[in-house]
């Protein structure tokens, strides 16, 4: 089993929502579909556009925290180390 921090965006240099979860599929679905009201519906934040994988949901857990305190320019800057477009990665979520 694999655990994903996952940063959102709702567009390029836009609001931005880190989170962390063991099926990054199903929820990037619960986000896109904003079945859950919250702060990535309220701000319309559909776009993936960093994730990375952890083998222990602890290891997860500690990066989404230590991301969430980072200063907005390391986020972006996080972002665009891999993705300096801000494409949306969904379509490269691993499947398990």
Known sequence: MAFFVYI???????T???GY??????????????GAPGFSARYNLLRLVHFEAFDSREEARQRE?????WIRDW????????NPDWDDLTGRVPHF
Request: hydrophobic residues 30%; charged residues 35%; glycine residues 6%.
């Open 8 to 14: 959102l965006t709702n567009k390029p240099g836009g």
């Open 16 to 18: 931005l929502y880190v």
């Open 21 to 34: 979860t063991d099926d990054l599929a199903r929820r990037l679905t619960e986000h896109q579909s904003k």
């Open 65 to 69: 925290r230590r991301l969430k305190h």
């Open 75 to 82: 986020k972006v800057s996080l972002i665009e180390a891999d």
